[in-house]
């Protein structure tokens, strides 16, 4: 069965700073996709960027990007330069046709 | 802005009675889902669409049932609402493209059972 594993409840960071969001992941599929999803207090679920298992180049959006190790079965979430709005939950999810989501990592960012 | 919409987006109901939730989309794509979420459990997907009439369930699906008549419509039933169904519901759509299958989430409904 799969399983997302992010093992930080909270983190804080220092605007203008980069912060790494650590996530794991276990899967039996030989192809699977990583996902990270961002959700501010007003509550909606916003897609930040996709990762394909067999993807050769670590993805990238803006000023996210998706450190993936294949290996270690992780898929760890790099916001550069972060902003006061990047304060919001994280969630990292795998799989294509059923996502399957981690618990979340509350990132807080101050001035 | 995935054309999603969810309806109700609050509902406070009663143990025992039935309760609906609808998800409509524009954009007609096949595959739709809905999530609970809850704190301390992330997103746990109670069912899925992969069609027209074509439904199965995901990982807490008991007490639920979905129904999907049209493209565009996906609902989800609690035939008899219980407390521990207090939670928030999502419904999602997936774009399939070259080479990402990203979900796109709507509003989100928060449904209380007393």
């Known amino acids: 069965a799969q399983k997302i594993t992010q093992t930080q409840p909270g983190m804080f960071v220092q605007e203008k700073e980069a912060v790494t969001l650590d996530c794991t992941y276990d899967?039996?599929?030989?192809?699977?996709?990583l996902f990270w999803y961002k959700q501010p207090s007003s509550g909606e679920m916003i897609f930040l960027i996709y990762?394909?298992?067999?993807?050769?180049q670590n993805a990238t959006e803006g000023r996210y990007s998706l450190n993936f190790q294949k290996a270690r079965k992780s898929a760890n979430l790099v916001i550069s330069a972060s902003q006061l709005g990047d304060s919001a939950m994280y969630f990292c999810?795998?799989?294509?046709?059923?996502?399957?989501f981690g618990t979340g990592t509350r990132l807080q960012v101050f001035p | 802005d995935a054309g999603i919409t969810q309806s109700p987006r609050h509902k406070v109901t009663e143990t025992g009675t039935p309760v609906t939730l609808r998800c409509h989309q524009t954009?007609?794509?096949?595959?739709m889902y809905w999530y609970r979420q809850d704190p301390g459990h992330g997103l746990r997907l109670i069912h899925y669409?992969?069609?027209?009439?074509?439904?199965d369930k995901g990982e807490v699906s008991d007490g639920y049932s979905v129904s999907r008549s049209k493209t565009e419509d996906f609902l989800l039933t609690l035939e008899s609402a219980t407390s521990s169904q207090t939670s928030v519901y999502f419904c999602?759509?997936?774009?399939?493209?070259?080479?990402?299958?990203?979900?796109?989430f709507g509003p989100g409904t928060r449904l209380t059972v007393t």
């Open positions: 999602a759509i997936r774009r399939t493209g070259v080479s990402s299958y990203e979900q796109y």
């Open positions: 899967t039996s599929d030989p192809s699977y996709g």
């Open positions: 990762q394909g298992s067999y993807d050769q």
């Open positions: 999810a795998t799989n294509t046709d059923k996502l399957i």
């Open positions: 954009e007609n794509h096949r595959y």
């Open positions: 669409s992969y069609g027209v009439k074509d439904t």
